[in-house]
Each structure stands twice: as C-alpha cells, then as structure tokens.
C-alpha cells in the first residue's frame, strides 16, 4: 500500500511540475518583437500649390496608403520598455490628363500632370507595451529620424522631385493575442514634418534647388489607421 501511495504521490509530483514548466516557457517574455501593419493613410496640413490646378491636385493627394515595419529589442529583462528602427512610408499617385500645364521649366501646353508621391520616415524609435491580465498587449511608441519625399512627377514630360526633413514619428496600438508569440490588431499612428525646400530634375538636363517660401511650404504630416501584427521571438 505504501508502495502505491509513493508512486501516486511521485506521478503528482512530476505532473505538477511539468504544468509548472509548460505555463513558465509559455509565459516567459520574449526580447524580440517584430511589427509590420499597413492601411489608410491621410496627409494634414497644407500641401503646396502655386495655382488652382495645382492647389486641387494637392487635395487629392491627401488620401493613400502607408505601411510600417519595425524591429525593437527589450531594454530590460522582465520590463516593458523596447529600443528599436522604424520604418514607414506612405504612396499615392494621381493623374490629370489633357490639363493646361505650366512645366517647372516654362513650358506650356495641354498634356498629362500627374504625381507619384512616396514620403518615408526612417528612424531610431521607443516602445512601451504593456501586456493585459488577458494576455493581449498595449503598446504606444515615439520616433525621431529622417522623412524623405519624392514625387515622380509628369508636367507635360518626365520630372523627379525630392526633398528631405527631420520627423517624428508616434503611434498607439492594441494587439489581440491570436497565439503564443502572434498577434494582431488595430493601429493609429501620427507623423509630424514640413518640407521647406525641394531638388528638381527634368527633360535636357533640367536642374533646380527650390526653397519655398512659408505659405507654399508642404506638410508632410499625416495620420494612419492601420491594422497591424506584431511576431514575438
């Protein structure tokens, strides 16, 4: 009988202590986290514009889509706190055709203007992402880095548009727990920056640097929603 009580109480044992180191690997916080999410993007602010056509081509322009994909390492054992690169970029491309054109070289006529515009931040960014009593996770980050914009643009011919500006870049989320290092969820993200002066290329060897004045300085910021997923290694 005794026999039988060791044996009960050695299989409880065992079993007791395997339960306890299944939950401690599942719970354990992993240090890599990598986030990649993509939707709508809007563009606040003022675009630039020098006439009406220009002015109305900017508004639609306003509306895309961004993506975003992000690295971050935990600081700290057990903490919430992440160190990180950051990557975001928005597209939209527009076209007027048979418009009445003024070419950034003087030329005139009645041909395609269109726009394809990409802004993209790159930057060193902060996370703080807190996990829920659900296991689900709030995360909220900040960065700082280089935004660049370029715009392959068609003014009766062929015209590349860049320009460059220091941005920030910040946004909120809230990832369901799907399974034991992925998740998925909703986003809101916020980039802040003013382009105030423009490289442009054209047909015959077009060249010119523009600065632009404060009321036909470009607004590069914007607001995303997004739905985002976060793998956790």
Same mark, same amino acid.
Do not use: C
């Given at each position: 009988?005794?026999?039988?009580?060791?044996?009960?109480?050695? =299989?409880?044992?065992?079993?007791?202590?395997?339960?306890?180191?299944?939950?401690?690997?599942?719970?354990?916080?992993?240090?890599?986290?990598?986030?990649?999410?993509?939707?709508?993007?809007?563009?606040?602010?003022?675009?630039?514009?020098?006439?009406?056509?220009?002015?109305?081509?900017?508004?639609?322009?306003?509306?895309?889509?961004? !993506?975003?994909?992000?690295?971050?390492?935990?600081?700290?054992?057990?903490?919430?706190?992440?160190?990180?690169?950051?990557?975001?970029?928005?597209?939209?491309?527009?076209?007027?055709?048979?418009?009445?054109?003024?070419?950034?070289?003087?030329?005139? @006529? #009645?041909?395609?203007?269109?726009?394809?515009?990409?802004?993209?931040? #790159?930057?060193?960014? !902060?996370? #703080?992402? /807190?996990?829920?009593?659900?296991?689900?996770?709030?995360?909220?980050?900040?960065?700082?880095?280089?935004?660049? !914009?370029?715009?392959?643009?068609? !003014?009766?011919?062929?015209?590349?548009?860049?320009?460059?500006?220091?941005?920030?870049?910040?946004?909120? &989320? #809230?990832? =369901?727990?799907?399974?034991? @290092?992925?998740?998925?969820?909703?986003?809101?993200?916020?980039?802040? @920056?003013?382009?105030?002066?423009?490289?442009?290329?054209?047909?015959?060897?077009?060249?010119?640097?523009?600065?632009?004045?404060?009321?036909? /300085?470009?607004?590069? &910021?914007?607001?995303?929603?997004?739905?985002?997923?976060?793998?956790?290694?």
């Amino acid at each position: 009988m005794k026999k039988y009580i060791f044996l009960f109480f050695l =299989l409880f044992s065992t079993l007791n202590y395997a339960q306890e180191s299944a939950d401690e690997k599942t719970n354990k916080k992993r240090n890599v986290f990598f986030d990649i999410s993509g939707g709508y993007g809007g563009r606040i602010g003022e675009t630039a514009g020098e006439n009406d056509l220009e002015r109305k081509h900017s508004q639609s322009q306003k509306s895309g889509f961004s !993506y975003d994909v992000s690295l971050y390492f935990r600081l700290f054992d057990n903490k919430n706190s992440f160190i990180g690169f950051k990557y975001n970029a928005f597209n939209k491309k527009s076209v007027i055709d048979d418009a009445y054109v003024t070419a950034p070289n003087g030329q005139q @006529g #009645y041909g395609e203007f269109s726009d394809n515009v990409t802004i993209s931040f #790159y930057g060193i960014s !902060y996370m #703080y992402s /807190k996990p829920t009593a659900s296991r689900d996770e709030f995360s909220f980050d900040v960065g700082l880095g280089y935004i660049g !914009y370029k715009d392959k643009a068609v !003014y009766l011919q062929d015209y590349k548009i860049k320009g460059a500006s220091f941005g920030v870049y910040t946004s909120g &989320s #809230y990832y =369901l727990r799907i399974s034991d @290092g992925f998740s998925l969820g909703p986003r809101v993200g916020l980039l802040l @920056g003013t382009l105030s002066s423009v490289k442009i290329e054209g047909p015959n060897n077009y060249r010119d640097d523009v600065k632009l004045d404060d009321n036909m /300085k470009e607004s590069l &910021s914007r607001i995303d929603l997004s739905i985002g997923a976060r793998i956790k290694f």
